[in-house]
């Protein structure tokens, strides 16, 4: 069966400021050594696998560009621009429709363009196995990511150790963010994974599911698809996608649906929410330094500095995150990383558009 992708890169990456802004966000960005973006690491990971041609990017209007040019391999009726977000259901049924125009039906990867993986291999061997189960039927597959410690940023999904189908497990619920002493308690029982946001599935069963339970969401996506490929496409997609519902496809489908499955990972996977996630990246020095740029630290210990050309000299710092740019700094506490984006909440209350 043709295999199709579906690489969700619209996210604004605001946990990055100043390095990622309205106009560059963070898919967009290097952040490994090799200095390939992190939308070009996901596509080179998947290439084993899917053409280039049964690609498809989903974005906003705005990064159209950054697309061609970080992907100029990609064709480019293959970049499925939004008007406005809708979220991951409205995303993913867009994507649907046009693999179901173009095939018919076919296999669909869901990936996002703003993770990191360690063990390519690996990770292609998941999706062979979760391409196996979603061809069986009309499943819908998610990989999970095993637990190595009781992390509270990230949803889980408790799976059924005794229903297993292949190297898949049924999927038992979907929970939400929990505490730290859930999360300990979801570790210690092993039948939790992390919730990664990635799927396989049929285009028809997908849309088959949006259909039983977002019905208006599906109505709307069979107007969109009567429309692509005529003069009539984008005028259709503006007009009716910032009419969609906008619900995630978690809350909209797979909290309800059946025939579930989840995959469990083991491949280096990595979200990279935040600034934090740089020490699990880079090479840190002798000192638990993790620099980039032109830096000299002296009694320092244990902090995240990315600069430019500039100098930046670190003297008697420890556990903090410094990022240079041309026309922002970022000072900040390892701690209160999370709290990054309300600084650009500040910005947007005053006005200064500029620097987001």
Known sequence: MKKTALIMAGG???????????????????????????????????????????????TNRGYRELVLEQLPELPPENILCEPVG??????????????AEKYEDALMMVLPSDHLIKYNQMFLNALKDGCKIAEQGENLVTIGITPD????????????????????????????????????????????????????WKVSTILQNIHKFLPNLYEGLHTIRASIGTDKQEMTLEKVFPELESVSIDYGIMEKAQNIYILPGVFGWDDVGSWLAVERIQKSNESGNVVKGNIITIHSKNNIIQGGKKLIAAVGLEDLIIVDTEDATLICDKGSAPDIKMVLDNLKICNREEYL
């Open 12 to 58: 604004r990456g605001e946990r990055f400021w100043p390095k990622s802004r309205k106009s560059l966000p963070k898919q967009f960005l290097s952040l490994t050594e090799d200095g390939r973006t992190m939308i070009q690491l996901t596509v080179e990971r998947i290439r084993p696998m899917i053409a280039m041609e049964d690609i498809f990017i989903s």
């Open 86 to 99: 809708r979220n991951t259901a409205p995303c993913i049924g867009l994507g649907a429709v046009h693999m």
């Open 149 to 200: 410690y009781p992390e509270t940023g990230y949803g889980y999904i408790k799976f059924r150790p005794d229903e297993a189908q292949g190297n898949a497990y049924a999927v038992d619920r979907f929970v939400e963010k929990p505490d730290i002493r859930t999360a300990k308690e979801y570790l210690e029982t092993e039948e939790y994974l992390w919730n990664s946001g990635m799927f396989i």
